[in-house]
């Protein structure tokens, strides 16, 4: 994702083989900063941009392969938290938190009810053009996997009962061992295994 030229090191956002681009380049000097303060927004705002037109125009519900293997791969750049160009199982740790504080917006560590379904809601909104006719089916996967993680089924989630259903649920997806989920691992439909449900 990253490459030098000239002096000055170059940010590439590419997306399903579909185009390659420089978004942004900096010079060295300014590269350490940049790269930790800045880079990991930057780059995952370059990657949500990238999605919106490819799958607004699936508005039909009609996805085919190629563009379900994009969305993976935009998913997939989203679980890099520490926006290295490596997805490993300490990213999909850090992952968990970020998501689960998207739910818990009062920050107390339980998603009630009500942060539940405004976060259902906030999804609806934020996906509606990526995902078309088939939004409902990916709330109800949504629904089903929060209501999963609801180990004492109280209609709240406490960030334990999250975590645990969620790290097992990623730990399937690094299928060799080998601390690297790979894109191969990824693409894999991890609702068949234990857990994911």
Not at 25 to 35: A, L, N, P, R
Not at 139 to 144: A, F, S, T
Not at 166 to 192: M, P, S
């Amino acid at each position: 994702m990253y490459r030098e030229r000239n002096g000055r090191l170059y940010i590439q956002a590419v997306f399903a083989g579909r185009f390659e681009k420089e978004a942004l380049y900096i010079s060295f000097c300014e590269g350490m900063i940049f790269m930790k303060l800045v880079l990991p927004v930057v780059l995952l705002v370059v990657t949500a941009i990238a999605a919106v037109p490819v799958f607004a125009e699936k508005k039909s519900g009609s996805f085919t392969e190629q563009d379900k293997i994009a969305l993976r791969k935009v998913e997939l750049a989203r679980l890099d938290t520490n926006k290295d160009g490596i997805v490993t199982v300490s990213d999909l740790m850090n992952s968990i938190k970020f998501k689960f504080a998207a739910i818990d917006t009062n920050n107390d560590r339980i998603a009630d009810r009500v942060e539940i379904e405004n976060y259902i809601k906030r999804f609806r909104a934020e996906h509606e053009g990526v995902y078309g006719k088939s939004l409902d089916n990916q709330e109800r996967k949504l629904r089903q996997r929060l209501a999963a993680a609801d180990q004492n089924r109280d209609g709240t989630l406490i960030f334990n009962e999250y975590w645990q259903y969620f790290l097992a649920r990623y730990r399937l997806f690094d299928r060799n061992k080998n601390g690297i989920i790979e894109e191969n691992e990824y693409f894999t439909d991890v609702d068949q295994y234990p857990y994911a449900n």
